[in-house]
C-alpha cells in the first residue's frame, strides 16, 4: 500500500518562501496522480495543486497561482510545493495525497477523487 509523509511546514513571515515535501513509498508504480490540499480551522479542505506521476503535467488552485509551484522527482518518489509570497490566509494544515489506480482523464482536483492521504504539516504565516 502507498503510504505518504509530509515534511517541511512552518512558521513564517508574510512574503516569505517554504518548499513542502510529500515522500511516497510502498508500489509508487500505482500512482497516478499527486495532488495538496490545504485545510484552516473551521473551513473546508481545499484543493492546492496536483501533478501527474509519469508526465508531471500539473494544475492549480485558483487561489494559489502563480504563488505555488507542484514538481516531482521520480527518482526520489518525492513530490514539492513551493510557496512563495506567502499570505496570512495560506495559514493551513497542507495535506498531500494520491490518486492510486486511476483511468480518469485528466487532473484530479477534489478530494473524494484521492484513494491515499498523509498526516498533514502545519503552514502558519504571520503578518
Known amino acids: 500500500q502507498v503510504q505518504l509523509v509530509e515534511s517541511g511546514g512552518g512558521r513564517v513571515q508574510a512574503g516569505g518562501s517554504l518548499r513542502l515535501s510529500c515522500a511516497a513509498s510502498?508500489?509508487?508504480?500505482?500512482?497516478?496522480?499527486m495532488g495538496w490540499f490545504r485545510q484552516a480551522p473551521g473551513k473546508e479542505r481545499e484543493f492546492v495543486a496536483a501533478?501527474?506521476?509519469?508526465?508531471?503535467?500539473?494544475y492549480y488552485g485558483d487561489s494559489v497561482k502563480g504563488r505555488l509551484t507542484i514538481s516531482i522527482d521520480n527518482a526520489k518518489n518525492t513530490v514539492y510545493l513551493e510557496m512563495n509570497s506567502l499570505k496570512p490566509e495560506d495559514t493551513a494544515v497542507y495535506y498531500c495525497?494520491?490518486?492510486?489506480?486511476?483511468?480518469?482523464?485528466?487532473?484530479?482536483?477534489?478530494?473524494?477523487?484521492?484513494?491515499?492521504w498523509g498526516q498533514g504539516t502545519q503552514v502558519t504565516v504571520s503578518s
Open positions: 510502498g508500489p509508487t508504480f500505482s500512482i497516478y496522480a
Open positions: 495525497a494520491a490518486d492510486i489506480l486511476s483511468l480518469r482523464i485528466g487532473i484530479p482536483s477534489v478530494a473524494y477523487e484521492y484513494d491515499v
Open positions: 501533478i501527474t506521476w509519469s508526465r508531471g503535467s500539473t
